[in-house]
Each structure stands twice: as C-alpha cells, then as structure tokens.
C-alpha cells in the first residue's frame, strides 16, 4: 500500500518541492523529507516557475516515460499548496516565464515533451490565465527568455517582444533563447551561426558550426570543426584535445575528447580536470558533477523504470580538485539543486535522494522523481 503523507502545517512552512512519481504513474510534488505536499493525481507536471506548475491529464493514455504525454491532453496551472488556480482548458501549455505562459488553445498534445507541435493556435497568457495576445495561425512560439521570445513562422526563426510585436524578423535557418542580452542564429546562406544582440545585429563574425547557450558571457562553440569558448563580443579560441564541450555551468565547462573520455576546463579553456570519466559524465551544480565508469550491470527491469537508458554506467560525484567525494556506485543520478539529488542504485530499483555528503536522506520509493525547486 502507499502511504501519502499530508500535513497543513508543511503547505505553509515548506518551499522546497520536487516532481515525484508514483507506481501506476501519477505525479504529485514531495517536500525535502520526502512527504507528498501535493498529492500525486496528474498524469503530467512540469517542474514550478513563478509560483506555478503546469499539470495535464490525459485520455487514452498508454503507458509511458518521464518526458512522454500522449493522448489527448486536458492543461492547466496549480499553485504550491496543490489548488487549480488556472482550469484544464488547453491542449498544451509552458511553464510561466517572465510573466506569460505559452499556451495552445485548439492544436494537437504533443507525443513527447521535446516534440513541439505548429498545429493549431498558439497563444500566451498571463498569471490569472487570461489571453493577452495571440499568434498567427501557423506560427509557433516559445518561452520568454531575456525579455524576447522566439517564434517559427514557415521554417523561419524570429524574436517578439513583450507586447507580442516582432521585434527581429523571421530570416534564420534556426535560432536559440537570448541570454545575457545575446542569442545565436544560423544563417540560411552560410549555414553558420552567428552571434546576435536584441538590435538584431550580429556581433563579431563568429562563423560556427554549433553552438551552446551563453552562461555568464561564454559560450561553448565549434568553429573550422575546432570546439572552443566564444565570449559574448564575439571572440573565439580552441579548446585543445576537446572533440566536443558542453554548456558553461559554474565556472566549468565539460570536455569530451574522441576517445569518448570526459574531463573538465575552465571558461579560459584550461584543463582543471583531466580526461578519465565516462561520456555520460555530467555538468558542475552545487560544486558537484557526476562522472561516470563503465560497469556491466544485469537489468531486468522494465524500461519506464529508468532515468535513462544507460544500464552500463555507474555513477559518482567529484569536486571541481577531481577528488571523488561520493563513491561511485549509482546506476543513474540527476543533478544536485538545493542541496539534494535523485538517485538510483539498483536495476528497476525506486528513486531516493541524497544529500552533498551522499548521506541517503530520501528513502528510495518513487518510480521516477526530478529535482527540488524553490517555490515562491
């Protein structure tokens, strides 16, 4: 039987909350002592934003993973204490974002998250969920970031502003979210991207390959098939032995070479820690990554009992010396937010979580579980 635990006490005192799932596939939100604070009753949540997480239900839903939807979706809003502040009343809805919520009022419920449907009428929406301006048939839009929005309108890529104006036309092959009042877009007669400032002007002459978002000014980016740091005035310079970089996150960028072994530089492209882990090795947060070695590991389980689908990699945690302060004995990891982290050690095994000393701190009893979230 499973024990749902409830308190009015924890609803006003608690404001730390992270999606968790439940067998037979309901989500709810958990506090810090692993205690359901909204009970799990959704077939999808998001994780919250400004005080809001989206929530569907769907019908004719089979069974399916973490990012997957499917059926026919009923999307709305709830608040932290659990209460539905914006009824299920769209076919696809976006986590809140400076404001405004993406919402699609009459197209199609994507199969997955990561499949972004241009079908039907796309819209956005303030907090009390009314419409306050629609998009063009055809055209889809996307999550405010940095004061702009991307928006795809036959195959082409441009920017909206607040009031829902075009503010950069749609002429880009492709085109990511403004960070640090700078995006990238790639040029349809090059075919590379290039460095963009909300003028709509391009910065430098960057000429990449691929690309990454910014982070405090840099960004990771393959140019002459070399992978390198561009800074945010558009200067590039190679990373030696790097086949391939990640994102920047805390100060620290993750290396890859081609023998597929992970290490880690510094934004000023020098080797902090050397090539020695795993490919699936993951980014800095909290002081944290966690790496990986190759173990050959039995699993049985059935599929939607994984984080991911790597049964052959186990896991630890190193500092940013590489000293290796959590041992590796993890079947699959997140990544530590607000001290805690979501773990799993054993083939089809529940999810727990950890603390930054690896101390177990939430018993392992979710079919899949994400990270905390501090919720206003």
Known sequence: MWLLCFSAELVAQETLLAAAQIPGGKWGFINTKGHFQIAPRWDYVSDFSEGKA???????RGPLGEEDMGGIGEF???????????????????????????VNLEGETPQAKHEMVTLGKWAY??????VVFELERGTKGYSYKDGMARFEEDRHWGYLNFGGQVSIPPKFADA???NNSKAFVKMKASDTWQLLDKRGSVVGNLNAQKVTCFEGGKASTKREDRWGISTSSGIFFAVAQ?????SVSEGTIRMTNNKGRSGYCDVAGKIIIPFQFGSDSRSFHEGLAAVSISAVVADTSKKQNHMNENSFSVFGFVDKTGKMVIPQRYLDVRDFHEGLCAVKESPGGM???INLQGQLV???????????????
């Open 54 to 60: 989206v929530v569907a239900n769907f019908k004719n």
């Open 76 to 102: 709305g809003f709830i608040d932290k204490t659990g209460n539905l502040i914006i009824s299920l009343r769209f076919s696809y809805a976006e986590p809140f974002e400076s404001g405004f919520a993406l």
């Open 125 to 130: 929406i303030n907090p009390e969920g009314k």
């Open 176 to 178: 990511t979210d403004f």
């Open 242 to 246: 790097a086949n391939k970089l990640s």
């Open 351 to 353: 999810v727990g979580y």
């Open 362 to 376: 939430i018993a392992p009893r979710f079919v899949k579980a994400r990270d905390f979230h501090l919720v206003e």
